[in-house]
């Protein structure tokens, strides 16, 4: 794809990381970010994040932060925001996009859960409103789910797809604009029936996490839940469900547990304790742990 430029807003972790993906393909990238001292460390978190991943540093000179929104869009053929996950501040600043971005500019929202229809909505730019949701870590993880709103147009998703997959991501087009998309409407259903299984005492929070990671997890990367139940035969999958299937969690809110450990101060890795006790080390390894899996993913050619 030519090289054209590109709008983040929002410097944080999940803004940095798009940046550089942008980047890294040879796009220059403006990203708008209002907070001084975030702002200050953009630049060399993107060139930093490109070595940690064996792409060029240089990269990184593609890369302008700025407090000016305005000028953060005004030459942008491609606007993302990564600003916290709150309606009314998405709101507006895509209402601020419509005054100063480019008639022509797609604006991407990479909201996590969010319809894209409720940040859109009496928008005159909603044919050009897009959701992508980029999966943490944005360097690492393929994944961009590109949801269509109601108002979006299919031209809006055909160029934002082959955008994405340009840069090396894996586009995913979600054709119904609802809460969660497609892939952490999956990931929260496991974590429903994970979470109960432990309020239930079926099991203990290390005995899930290992039966996870020791079976299906293994082959989840080659493997999906569809492929799977077409492999095995839709008949057992039937006869199987007959069985399971009632057996499964019902909640249709958080499960208490969650609430009383909140209340006992075990908020996971930032108190030190969630469903298991995290002391400094663990948790350095196990972002270690993860951030190398990915690496070694993205090298064997499955990024």
Request: aromatic share 4%; proline share 5%; glycine share 8%.
């Amino acid at each position: 794809m030519t090289r054209q430029s590109i709008a983040v807003l929002g410097g944080g972790l999940m803004g940095a990381g798009i940046a550089q993906v942008f980047a890294a393909a040879g796009h220059p990238v403006s990203v708008y970010e209002p907070f001084a001292e975030v702002r200050a460390t953009v630049v060399e978190r993107v060139r930093e994040g490109l070595s940690q991943v064996g792409d060029h540093p240089g990269a990184a000179d593609l890369v302008m932060a700025t407090d000016d929104l305005a000028e953060a869009v005004a030459a942008a053929a491609f606007v993302t925001e990564a600003v916290p996950e709150k309606l009314e501040l998405k709101r507006a600043i895509f209402a601020r996009l419509v005054e100063h971005a480019r008639p022509d500019a797609i604006l991407a929202s990479n909201s996590s859960v969010m319809p894209i229809g409720s940040i859109a909505t009496g928008l005159p730019t909603a044919h050009r409103i897009v959701g992508t949701h980029w999966w943490n870590p944005a360097v690492l993880i393929p994944l961009v789910e590109v949801i269509q709103g109601a108002e979006t147009s299919d031209e809006t998703v055909a160029i934002t797809m082959d955008l994405l997959a340009s840069v090396g991501k894996k586009p995913a087009h979600v054709k119904k604009d609802v809460a969660g998309f497609v892939a952490n409407r999956l990931q929260h259903a496991l974590w429903r029936e994970a979470i109960a299984m432990v309020a239930d005492g079926i099991c203990d929070a290390r005995t899930v996490d290992d039966c996870v990671k020791n079976s299906f997890g293994l082959r989840l990367a080659v493997l999906g839940p569809l492929e799977n139940a077409d492999l095995v035969g839709l008949d057992l999958t039937r006869d199987i469900h007959r069985t399971i299937i009632p057996e499964l969690n019902r909640d249709s809110g958080p499960n208490p547990l969650l609430d009383t450990l909140i209340e006992d101060g075990r908020l996971g890795f930032k108190s030190g304790a969630g469903f298991q006790v995290w002391s400094e080390a663990d948790q350095a390894a196990l972002r270690a742990r993860l951030v190398n899996h990915l690496v070694a993913a993205r090298k064997g050619g499955r990024a």
